[in-house]
């Protein structure tokens, strides 16, 4: 059986030049393309964030089981696990919102009007955890 890494490594490399590309479309879309875009990316269960968090949490299981037997640092699996970890609560956090990214990339009919726009406000930050 032939060895799949040098696949494994030109997909991921692949990847990293495909997300580069979305950026760059997602700086030239126009509001409604670029909410579905976001909103897209961010699909709890097709959208890339949850499959990177997945890709993360299939990571720290690898470092756990080679910190394991001693061939890598706890340090490394920790590492991995508590990013996964965070990468899952961002994915929560914006979850939330993209109901509304997806009510924005929504076309309006011709003739009919569009949704009464809240009236702009300065930005707060708020951080929940």
Do not use: Y
Not at 32 to 60: K, N
Not at 71 to 99: C, F, K, Q, S, Y
Request: aromatic share 2%; glycine share 6%.
């Amino acid at each position: 059986m032939t060895d799949p890494t040098p696949d494994a490594l030109q997909l991921a490399g692949d990847i990293a030049r495909r997300i580069d590309q979305l950026a760059e479309h997602l700086t030239a879309a126009p509001p409604p393309l670029a909410a579905q875009i976001i909103a897209t990316v961010l699909d709890p269960e097709d959208g890339v964030l949850g499959r990177f968090t997945t890709l993360v949490a299939t990571g720290s299981h690898f470092a756990k089981s080679h910190a394991e037997h001693g061939l890598l640092p706890p340090e490394v699996w920790l590492a991995l696990g508590r990013a996964a970890n965070e990468l899952h609560d961002i994915g929560l956090d914006l979850d939330e919102h993209t109901d509304t990214l997806r009510e924005l990339a929504r076309p309006t009919s011709p003739g009919t009007t569009p949704s009464v726009a809240k009236p702009a406000s300065p930005l707060v930050t708020r951080r929940r955890r």
